[in-house]
Nanobody, 126 residues
Framework: QVQVEDCGGGCVQVGGSLRLSCSAYGSSFDDYLVAWFRQAPGKHRELISC????????YVADSVKGRFDISRDTANNTRYLQMNGVKPEDTAMYHCAASQERKFGSYCRYATYDYWGLGTQVTVSR
C-alpha cells in the first residue's frame, strides 16, 4: 500500500511559479495513476491534472491548461505539478492522490483515488 506525501506549496505573487512535489513511499508510483486535486474554501474539490502509470498519458483541467503541467521522475518515485503564471483563483489546498484502478486504462481523470497526501497550501497574492 502506497503512502503519498505532497509538498512544495507556499505564497507566490500573481504571475509567479511554484512546483509541487508528490512522493510515494512503500510502493512504486509506476503501479498507480497519480493526480493533483485542489480545494478552495467554500468550493468543491477540483481535479487539476493527472498522469498515467508509464505511458505518459496526462489530463489537465481547462482552468489551468497552458499554465500547469504534470510530470514524472521515475528514478525518484515522484510526480510534480509545475504551476506557472499563477492567478489569485489558484489559491487553494492542493492534494496529491494515487489510484490502483485499472478499468479506465490510462484515462486517469475517470479513476477513483484512494491514497491521499495531507495537502499543501498555495496562496497567490496580488
Amino acid at each position: 500500500q502506497v503512502q503519498v506525501e505532497d509538498c512544495g506549496g507556499g505564497c507566490v505573487q500573481v504571475g509567479g511559479s511554484l512546483r509541487l512535489s508528490c512522493s510515494a513511499y512503500g510502493s512504486s508510483f509506476d503501479d498507480y495513476l497519480v493526480a493533483w486535486f485542489r480545494q478552495a474554501p467554500g468550493k468543491h474539490r477540483e481535479l487539476i491534472s493527472c498522469i498515467s502509470r508509464t505511458d505518459g498519458e496526462t489530463y489537465v483541467a481547462d482552468s489551468v491548461k497552458g499554465r500547469f503541467d504534470i510530470s514524472r521522475d521515475t528514478a525518484n518515485n515522484t510526480r510534480y505539478l509545475q504551476m506557472n503564471g499563477v492567478k489569485p483563483e489558484d489559491t487553494a489546498m492542493y492534494h496529491c492522490a494515487a489510484s490502483q484502478e485499472r478499468k479506465f486504462g490510462s484515462y486517469c481523470r475517470y479513476a477513483t483515488y484512494d491514497y491521499w497526501g495531507l495537502g499543501t497550501q498555495v496562496t497567490v497574492s496580488r
